[in-house]
Nanobody, 126 residues
Framework: QVQLAESGGGFVQAGGSRRLSCAAS???????????WGWFRQAPGKEREYVAA????????YYTDFVKGRFTISRDNARKMVYLQMNGLKFEDTAVYYC????????????????WGQGTQVTVSS
């Protein structure tokens, strides 16, 4: 079974930066590399929402409008890692951040519904 472990969260002042990491286990490098991967977040009292995604080939990246130009997603297939560099953080970016493999279509949806990690909390002070 796929296991996902997010890390890198913490407290940061508005305007600051944070780099999140996601380690995937329970699948081989070939499988990991074949998937598109993404980041999601869930703020208190809100539903989990998509943030960014990256194709298996590393050729394409996708961002939701509210993070475009501030966040950068990347991946290291050999290490089975996915990263999210967050710059220019805003108070409204405060949330628990999760990673998952994704299906990219008209919308971007998570693949491993039963394998969400614990997430990593990012708290931005205004």
């Amino acid at each position: 079974q796929v296991q996902l472990a997010e890390s890198g969260g913490g407290f940061v002042q508005a305007g600051g930066s944070r780099r999140l990491s996601c380690a995937a286990s329970g699948l081989g490098i070939s499988s990991f590399s074949s998937y598109d991967w993404g980041w999601f977040r869930q703020a208190p009292g809100k539903e989990r929402e998509y943030v960014a995604a990256i194709s298996g080939s590393n050729r394409f990246t996708y961002y939701t409008d509210f993070v475009k130009g501030r966040f950068t997603i990347s991946r290291d297939n050999a290490r089975k890692m996915v990263y999210l560099q967050m710059n220019g953080l805003k108070f409204e970016d405060t949330a628990v951040y999760y990673c998952n493999a994704v299906r990219v279509g008209a919308t971007i949806t998570p693949l491993f519904y039963d394998s969400w990690g614990q997430g990593t909390q990012v708290t931005v002070s205004s």
